[in-house]
T-cell receptor, first 117, second 115 residues
Framework: GAVVSQHPSRVICKSGTSVKIECRSL??????MFWYRQFPKQSLMLMAT?????????EQGVEKDKFLINHASLTLSTLTVTSAHPEDSSFYIC?????????????FGEGSRLTVL | AQKITQTQPGMFVQEKEAVTLDCTYD???????LFWYKQPSSGEMIFLIY??????QNATEGRYSLNFQKARKSANLVISASQLGDSAMYFC????????????FGRGTSLIVHP
């Protein structure tokens, strides 16, 4: 099946620094990727929808200047957490679909666990 | 708007027995897809099974089957012959067509399989 790769899987950084997380679709072109945040024992919270070649669409309450999303190619989307603070510590996971509409499996990256000290 | 409801925060099952995880949904889209994912403690999301709204047959994948009752808007996951490795969080999700293509997830059910 199609594969989505996410990197890094774990990152620890100091407060105030920026962290970039990459999400790559390895064997298909993903015009749309989704970025989620997940708190312990909770569901996935959609942060934004990343569209190739255009600006990301952010969900209500998500700071777009804080969480910068770039989808420069059909196989790569990046999430940059700018000026990270301890409250940004979380599990971030991306997904992509190899088909539009209601069909097409959603493929997930492995997730990135961010810890801000 | 789409909505997924998983009413069971936690479920317990004895090894080798079957278990049903509940999922109900709501959507105004006539065309949609329903998914189940497993998330072990490592965090990865593992695709289990998919059911399209126009599929006549209930989806099956090995020990997983989806009990799709369209009129009741339910899409329960049945795991047969539970194994210890099935212990994980399970999420039901839905994608619609057109403007509802953004996936919606339920709150998840934590399944614990006892030996």
């Amino acid at each position: 099946g199609a594969v989505v790769s996410q990197h890094p899987s774990r990152v620890i950084c100091k407060s105030g620094t920026s962290v970039k997380i990459e999400c790559r679709s390895l064997d298909f072109q993903a015009t749309t990727m989704f970025w989620y945040r997940q708190f312990p024992k909770q569901s996935l919270m959609l942060m934004a929808t990343s569209n190739e070649g255009s600006k990301a669409t952010y969900e209500q309450g998500v700071e777009k200047d804080k969480f910068l999303i770039n989808h420069a190619s059909l196989t790569l989307s990046t999430l940059t957490v700018t000026s990270a603070h301890p409250e940004d510590s979380s599990f971030y996971i991306c997904s992509a679909s190899n088909a539009g509409g209601n069909t097409g499996e959603l493929f997930f990256g492995e997730g990135s666990r961010l810890t801000v000290l | 708007a789409q909505k997924i409801t998983q009413t069971q925060p936690g479920m317990f099952v004895q090894e080798k027995e079957a278990v049903t995880l509940d999922c109900t949904y709501d959507t105004s889209d006539p065309s949609y897809g329903l998914f189940w994912y497993k998330q072990p403690s490592s965090g990865e999301m593992i695709f289990l099974i998919y059911q399209g709204s126009y599929d006549q047959q209930n989806a099956t994948e090995g020990r997983y089957s989806l009990n799709f009752q369209k009129a009741r808007k339910s899409a329960n996951l049945v795991i047969s012959a539970s194994q210890l490795g099935d212990s994980a969080m399970y999420f039901c999700a839905m994608k619609g067509a057109g403007g509802s293509y953004i996936p919606t997830f339920g709150r998840g059910t934590s399944l614990i399989v006892h030996p």
